[in-house]
Nanobody, 114 residues
């Protein structure tokens, strides 16, 4: 069965960095585009970044452009989200998503606070 397992979240000070990972299993990872979403308390889940199956094309929410980078390693069945220059408003639970089939991971909490 499809499994998506996120890791790498935590508490970081404003201006800091974190790298999230999402380990995928149960499907041919290299055949599917993948995305990262986030959801802050009291807010709707929003798309943060998306990457095509090959990794050649990416797109980002305006709020994270220039600070976040999505990437993937198809040999390791893993998609990453490098987050730099973190702001308090980036605080949320971050989820890995495979759009086709609507699969989600359990999420990893990112808290940006001094």
């Amino acid at each position: 069965q499809v499994q998506l397992v996120e890791s790498g979240g935590g508490l970081v000070q404003p201006g800091g960095s974190l790298r999230l990972s999402c380990a995928a299993s149960g499907f041919t990872f290299s055949s599917y585009a993948m995305s990262w979403y986030r959801q802050a308390p009291g807010k709707e889940r929003e798309l943060v970044a998306h990457i095509t199956s090959s990794g050649y094309s990416t797109n980002y929410a305006d709020s994270v452009k220039g600070r976040f980078t999505i990437s993937r390693d198809n040999a390791k069945n893993t998609v990453y989200l490098q987050m730099n220059s973190l702001k308090p408003e980036d605080t949320a639970k971050y989820y890995c998503n495979r759009r086709i089939g609507g699969y989600w991971g359990q999420g990893t909490q990112v808290t940006v606070s001094s």
